[in-house]
């Protein structure tokens, strides 16, 4: 039986984060519309949570950026991910299949 | 990892505002395009997209998370960087273990040196003393024309009834009492004090209670309180003593408490403490001057408050007893500076000594650090050139240097460890406070700040030179170094200066001191101190009370002395030379009116013949000068000439010990002896005059309290001890013999101090002599390493050896010529603080700073000639292909 922390769910949106950058560095705008696309506009993510989360995950170590240029032809900061976030986003992929089975088998049971 | 990431955030520093702002710009454009993709107007579109960032909320939000992102990274830079340069200099110390064994030893000399001497300072005179509020704890004096006295029991009372800026006001005389219970009967060292002796230092007894008010009165005062030392020593650290009935000088006391360990450090050396309880007599005599005075002063007035009363209050008591008084004053000092004071600027000057031999030693470790960097110049240039700022590079040198001083500075402890015993063991006897010295908490932070200093004097300059872009930019053209660049010596010039400077002054001070002791080592001193036994003796009041028995006692113990075998001549003396104790008269001389201050010895006839001190003119004292006889007296040059002058003293009289002004006991002056230094050479001779023990008044034995010392001389100090012992036993086997000691021994412990001292200051001396020729060879050595080549040229072109040895030795004689002389001035300043330790030398001796500075030069010249004259085996044919 695992245990999850309180923040397990928070976590969702910064693994989501990391298995969007597998595909190859990306600008934040263009990181919010593939989660949107991804989820099937299931998840619409306001600019004051995604920016922050990916802040935070530069500062620990799971993200790295430098400016590169945009299709727009703009200065813009792309991210990518470090061997820290790929180990990270891993890690909590096999933490989410074993808790989504978990809740589903709950769910689908007769009460 | 940690490279890329110091790399990125070196060339990727955008201010956090503008890269929020920037990135949020693009992202608003971004949502702009796309709303205007899906047909809404650009206007709208823009409008739209900004109000997703909720009026700048979201940037600000950003920026603190990027400053927060951006401290996080740089801590952990930092920390990295740290880590790579702890590794960098580890690796430089492993790869040369000559070098850092080198570097550590030396360090680990003048830290361990400093960090012992360091720790007998803290013990000494920084640490807080034992009782409370020490600073509202003081001594009181009895001032006589400018001198400090102590007090008589009439004027203590009379200070007593009048002071209102003490809280207490307590007196206490040292006096030995002979201790006998269950166990072998001892003489101990001990106190009569006021009741409130303990109250006013705010110690508390660890058992029992302290005097009472009640107890210290004539009758009442059989009781004793017994200090941890004792306790522990003679009844085994049992609780049970309290209550129980000890006797002390023959007489049951009750024990009625038991001080803790901290009253051991007040100052006396007192074992037990009894009331003193004075009589209403004694309250009344002004004359006899034996109590030292304590004060605990109100914590609302102020010191100079405190001292003024006293000279008020002495005033008035010159005024209603003016025929004692009339000269007297009264004086305060904090006692913990009157114990300490002595040794204050004595420690403070050892301390700064072993300093300027840490210094030392920290020069000679830069100098080898400055010839590593310019070995490695090569390297430090590259990384400059690949962006390390001046900032890094100069971490980098002092992280080095700070491994370096931490090696030094276990090795240091180690040394201190090692040589603090050492210390405490050869020091003087009588230092306050010595036996607490120990390496504890303060000072291991002590030791902690001696290492970072080292590691900055060490690192300094060498970290200075490796950031010079002169250098570095040179370096990088030509790795040997060649002429030019890091070869400019000047650095190294300036540090084997500075330590010839700093060299000076501890050797002048050492130089002083070696002279001054073998000054006093030289110094006569009056009497023969070889093959003399001492001891003393002391009758109980309550068997010997009456003088009679006393003298019969002792004519006994004498005879039994003088016929053991191995005692060629015997005497007694009530304070013999080198021992102390005893007492001192007010003496007047017939027709004079002043009174001459003068010590007193009632001594046996013989005894001159047993110190071999010589008489100068008259007779000595025969077995007649007995009480019925006429009364006589043998005085000494000193007392002699302040008597009388020049006129002739044999056959004048004198008045003393008995009858009164008014019908004056007159003694005949029946001969004259030379002039001793009873309290070691280094005391100037006093006024001394003697009396036959036969002839002496009753109350003189009370003076003296029935206490005399036994002296012998013979071969074999075994078998004068044994005899002594008989001849004591034999009279009364309840009776100790205490203080027994060769007059040798008694005066190589005066001059304990001055050889401490000097012993002490040489081996500073010397170390740091030879810590600069080694820093002189190592800097010569160096540069003509360096100028092989131009050497091989000179040669080639038809130089002398003589011209190159010159060369290269000037270029360590010149800063070291300039250094003496500054140190020269520096020695002439600081000198003067040794001056209450020299004997018969000037701090500014201008013999004994010639020689210091010829030494020293010449130590130096042959330090700098040695390598230089290795330049000259330089072949110039192989010089010239290198």
Known sequence: ?111 | MAIRKRLRSLLWRVPIEQEVHEELAHHVEMRTQELIDRGIDPAEARVMARMRLENGKVEAVLTQLGRQRNNSWSRRDWIDELRQDLRFAWRQCVTRPGFTLAAALTLGLGIGATTAIFSVVHAVILKPYAYVDPDRVLLAFSMLRGNRGSWSVGNFEYFRQRLTSVEEFAADTGTSFNLSDNGEPERIFGGRTTWNYHRLFGIEPAYGRTFREDEDQPGRNKVVILSDRLWRRRFAADPSVVGRSIRINSEPHDVIGIMPPAMDQIGDAAEAWVPIAFTPAQLAMYDEFYLTAYVRQRKDVTRQQVRDEFVRIAQSLARDHPDLNAERSADVELMSDFFTGGYRTRLFVLLAAVSLVLVIACGNVANLLLARLAARSRELAIRAAVGAGRGRIVRQVLTESLLLAGFGGVAGLAIAWWTLPALMRLAPPGVPRLETAALNGTVLMAALGLVIASAIFVGLLPAWQATRRTTLTEDLGDGKGALSGSLKPWMRQLLIGAQAALVMIVLAGAALLVRSAINLQQEPIGFDTNGVLTARIALPAAQYGDPARARDAYRQVLDRVRSSPGVRFAALDSQAPLVGGGGSNGLLVEGVRDRIQSTSHFVTPGYFSVINNPLKAGRTFTDADIRQAEPVMIINETLARTAFGSADPIGKRIACCEGSPDQPHYKTVVGVVGDIKARGPAQPARPEFYLPLMQIPDVAWTWTGRSLVVLTRGEDVAMMTAAIRGAVKELDNTLPVFNIGTMDEGLRRILAEARFNTLLMSLLGSTGLVLAALGIYSVIAWLVSQRTREIGVRMALGASKHDVIRMMSLHGLKPVVAGLAIGFAGAIAATRLLQNQLFEIGPRDPITLAATAAVLLSVAASAAVIPAWRATTIDPSTALRE
């Open chain 1, 1 to 111: 039986m695992s245990r999850y922390p309180a923040d397990f769910l928070h976590g969702t949106l910064d693994t989501l984060i990391l298995k969007t950058l597998t595909g190859g560095p990306m600008h934040g705008y263009a990181i919010g519309r593939w989660i949107e696309e991804a989820t099937d506009c299931g998840l619409a993510l306001e600019e004051g949570t995604l920016y922050p989360a990916l802040y935070r995950m530069e500062k620990r170590g799971w993200l790295d950026a430098e400016w590169g240029t945009s299709e727009l032809g703009r200065r813009a900061k792309f991210y990518r991910l470090t061997r820290a976030g790929r180990q990270q986003l891993a890690s909590h992929t096999a933490a989410w299949a074993a808790f989504s089975a978990a809740v589903n088998r709950a769910l689908i049971k007769a009460v």
